[in-house]
């Protein structure tokens, strides 16, 4: 949504209205959630089988199964920080854990996986295209269908890497500009992708299987046993020269496992996503790890397994090490004309699988710096929005600045970008599982799921799974700092660079703001409006308005969004601004209707929607009166209800009476809504604002049935309704009130008021309070300062 000009005539007497969107306020589907992660995760089938197998030799699609296995124990131990924590991931995991320095290099390490992510999928999407044109030039060579110029010196050849460089790079700058503009991660887009890839792994795996099935000559790939585990010297790395690999078994064992990890990459996309998954959230977010760990598996780790099962030995690594599954296509049993077809198949979906994982690096490693930022780690600086599109813009140029760099000092060389891939991988899993097993013992605030198994000795629960997993993660990731000299050097480079960025930062930071709450705020993309219209602020009719002001008390907020279905019914969460100039026809400029207050109570209300859940629209209104601007702003937006918390200063009647009284002030015409005012303890009162039909006691009824009886009985009479006895009783009082019996009538009424003698069917005071227009609760929020 673009701003538009925050222009106005001097001298209008309109009051403007300010509309704070927050660009992460969006909530997804299940499916929509594991089409964004498959579409980072699923990448990595695409490479993490050649590159795993260049490393450790044949036996290395037994190390991917096990990877791909392993990896549903460490997406419990995700499940369960984001349980925790809406807005989680390895920066709050860690800090909540273990303190402000570990988590500034924990996702140092996580940034540099996301960095990475880009440019190895990109590069990766380039060796199928470039591969592909290469294969397709050789086929149209050998049938003499190119033109003499390009055949003179045979079959012409692209130079796979340069080509598949260019072709990342510009795929890069193309999903910063989209990024740029605001879309940041289309679900829908993924979710399509999705649907056609998995159109390709069926088919794929099913003529596998049948190949299989046909070719006699067709072995399971050899077991990763010491003897028949083979480590290039650039899979030694440090250790190249060293003959512990062959002295210690497990070492070796330790060592493929740690250049097969590759493969579940992109678990931290699940805590990123975490955010915008819709409610019920972690009941969404089960299944949504569920459908993500069933398919990586069978992708991933089925199609690592049938391609050195399929593709002889001679060709597998030097021809197709980079394009695996293309080269997979290439030894089906079948007609040439249709396997080349499945290739080309194979090629466009890895094109938009891959290419869609440089989008969600992209995202994710926006949403990464924008969650260290919140938290005062990096300055505002990087995230002003972008005036035009509202994005945090800085930041993205920092990360694609980053990735072109890799880009082109990598020279397409997807085993190098691979091997550098897996030092951020391994250590942000390994933060992750390290500070969850602290805040086993640490925190005992509210969890919704825990890693199983657990059990409990002597009253102390001991987190055996997750301990085990911990465990794992960590002597992987020390085995990966001695064997992985190419992700060792440049990982921690890397690392240090941007935990020095943070450290200047949070300096930078601790000067200017006086307080921590100063810096942990949202940021809005702020839109002036020249008035409240349903249009503007995106509600539809039917509407909920919820009365915000003190940021500590938005229980009444979180009490709708639970009850309330936002697909059905929007939520409209609005704070009255009060100030003396708001009709006096002065032009209030942005800051003096969206100050730093109403910033940290949008943030406050922003986080008890994503922890619900559901979608929330935000509004600042400017106003010399609260209940008036509540009434005004119900109006416009057709409000079926309006929604409050309890006041510290008023009773619910008294809230009730004064939004009445404001009701009862504004101007024709005006709508009926209810009003709901929320106590602290959950118990809510409702109340009708505008005519409405009073309630009656039982004593009351029973006296216009007493009449209804006695006037039937009369000649002339039987046709007469019980509302015709009511109708007659008003227009006889209001004829006496306006008569001589008037202050007789005043008489009894104050009778009535002070709890005097009643007589046979009058309303007992409450019940009169409720027949006032003023019935319905105010906001508590909202009540006079």
Not at 63 to 76: E, P
Not at 224 to 243: C, D, I, R, V, Y
Not at 746 to 765: T, V, W
Request: contains cysteine; aromatic residues 10%.
């Amino acid at each position: 949504m673009s701003s538009t000009p925050i222009g106005n005539s001097p001298n209008s007497d309109r009051v403007r209205i300010v509309v704070a969107t927050s660009v992460m306020l969006t909530f997804i589907s299940y499916w929509r959630a594991a089409a964004v992660i498959l579409n980072d995760l699923g990448s990595s089938a695409f490479y993490a089988g050649g590159i795993a197998e260049q490393a450790i030799g044949k036996s290395a699609p037994w190390l991917i199964i096990a990877v791909m296995l392993f990896s549903f124990a460490v997406r419990a131990v995700y499940v369960e920080s984001c349980s925790m924590f809406v807005r989680g991931g390895v920066y709050r995991i860690v800090k909540e854990a273990l303190g402000g320095t570990l988590a500034k290099i924990a996702v140092s390490a996580l940034m540099f996986d996301y960095v990475l992510t880009g440019p190895i999928s990109g590069v990766a999407a380039g060796q199928y295209v470039v591969g592909l044109l290469n294969e397709l030039l050789k086929f149209a060579f050998s049938h003499s269908l190119l033109p003499n110029f390009l055949a003179a010196h045979g079959a012409p050849q692209l130079n796979v890497n340069f080509f598949s460089m260019l072709l990342c790079a510009a795929m890069t700058i193309y999903y910063w500009w989209e990024n740029i503009k605001g879309i940041e991660e289309s679900t829908d887009k993924a979710l399509k992708i999705m649907y056609i890839t998995t159109v390709m792994v069926v088919m794929v795996l099913g003529w596998s299987v049948i190949t299989v099935i046909v070719r006699p000559d067709v072995h399971l790939p050899p077991l990763p046993k010491p003897s028949n585990l083979h480590f290039t010297p650039e899979s030694l790395g440090f250790l190249k020269n060293s003959n512990i690999p062959s002295l210690f078994a497990f070492f070796g064992i330790m060592m493929a496992f740690g250049h097969s990890v590759l493969a579940m990459s992109g678990e931290e996309t699940l805590a990123q996503v975490y955010r915008e998954i819709a409610s019920p959230k972690l009941r969404n977010l089960k299944k949504a790890a569920l459908i993500v760990a069933i398919y990586s598996f069978t992708f991933t780790g089925l199609v690592s397994l049938l391609a050195v099962m399929l593709i002889p030995d001679a060709v597998r690594v030097p021809q197709y090490k980079d394009n695996l599954i293309a080269g997979l296509a290439m030894y089906l049993v079948g007609p040439m004309a249709l396997r080349i077809l499945l290739r080309v198949f194979v090629v466009i979906v890895g094109f938009l699988i891959l290419s869609g994982a440089i989008n969600t690096a992209i995202v994710g490693s926006n949403g990464v710096l924008n969650r260290v930022s919140e938290d005062g780690v990096l300055t505002e600086w990087f995230r002003k929005p972008q005036k035009r599109y509202g994005t945090s813009y800085r930041i993205l140029n920092l990360v694609v600045g980053m990735q072109l760099a890799i880009i082109f000092a990598s020279r397409g060389n997807v085993y190098t970008l691979g091997e550098a891939y897996a030092f951020g991988v391994m250590w942000s899993f390994v933060f992750n599982s390290l500070a969850m097993l602290v805040l086993r013992f640490k925190y005992k605030g509210e969890r919704g799921w825990k890693v199983p198994p657990n059990i409990t000795i002597f009253g102390k629960e001991i987190p055996i799974g997750l301990a085990s997993v911990c465990m794992v993660l960590l002597a992987t990731a020390t085995t990966n700092l001695f064997t992985k000299s190419v992700a060792t050097v440049s990982g921690i480079i890397f690392t240090g660079v941007f935990f020095g960025l943070f450290a200047v930062s949070e300096q930078v930071n601790k000067r200017k703001f006086a307080s921590a709450e100063a810096q942990m705020k949202e940021q809005f993309q702020l839109l002036h409006r020249e008035d409240v219209q349903r249009e503007s602020v995106g509600a539809r009719a039917g509407n909920v308005l919820v009365a915000v002001r003190d940021y500590n008390t938005l229980f009444h907020l979180k009490w709708i969004l639970e009850r309330t279905d936002t697909r059905e019914q929007d939520v409209v969460v609005m704070s009255a601004r009060v100030t003396r100039f708001a009709s006096a026809g002065v032009d209030l400029s942005m800051e003096q209707i969206f100050s730093d207050y109403e910033q940290t109570l949008f943030t406050r209300a922003v986080t008890v929607a994503e922890k619900v859940g559901k979608h929330i629209s935000l509004l600042v209104v400017p106003a010399r009166d609260v209940w008036s601007a509540i009434v005004q702003t119900a109006n416009a937006l057709e409000t079926s209800s309006v929604v409050a918390g309890l006041s510290s200063r008023m009773t619910s009647q008294e809230q009730a009476f004064q939004l009445g009284r404001a009701w009862e002030a504004a101007p024709e015409p005006k709508r009926q809504f209810l009003l709901q005012i929320v106590k602290p303890d959950g118990m809510v009162d409702t109340f009708a604002i505008g005519p409405h039909t009073p309630r009656m006691k039982p004593e009351d009824v029973s006296l216009v049935h007493r009449l209804w009886l006695a006037t039937t009985k009369e000649r002339g009479l039987d046709s007469v309704h019980h509302h015709d006895i009511v109708t007659l009783a008003l227009t006889r009082y209001a004829r006496d009130y306006a008569g001589h019996d008037r202050e007789e009538i005043l008489r009894e009424l104050r009778k009535l008021e002070r709890g005097g003698p009643r007589g046979q069917g009058d309303a007992s005071p409450a019940d009169r309070d409720k027949e006032h227009p003023p019935e319905p609760p105010s906001p508590p929020v909202l009540g006079p300062s």
